[in-house]
């Protein structure tokens, strides 16, 4: 697969990117150039190649799953500026 001077001009307009004409044609090599390194990733055997999605090993720990939180308004309204009727206040900003 390869793009040609029109393609990146519309591959521009789409990512709202402006690219002046000059610029045109060096992203032209470097697009078929992206591609084609693609292409060859894809001649690439990988049969019996478990995926993996970290190159670690490592399983994560597990915790219970219960509710924890509750019982703290007091102590987290004592950080806000401005606290009114046990909710943070906050100033207006749509009239």
Do not use: C, Q
Not at 32 to 44: Q, R, Y
Request: hydrophobic share 45%.
């Amino acid at each position: 697969m390869s793009v040609d001077k029109d393609t990146v001009a519309k591959i521009a307009h789409l990512a709202r990117i402006k690219v002046p004409e000059e610029k045109l044609e060096p992203l032209v090599g470097e697009l078929n150039n992206i591609l084609d390194w693609v292409e060859m990733l894809s001649e690439v055997d990988t049969d019996g190649v478990d995926p993996l999605t970290s190159v670690a090993d490592v399983t994560l720990p597990m915790r219970e799953d219960k509710i924890t939180d509750g019982g703290y308004r007091e102590d987290i309204l004592a950080n806000a500026p401005v606290a009114e009727h046990g909710f943070f206040a906050v100033p207006k900003v749509i009239e």
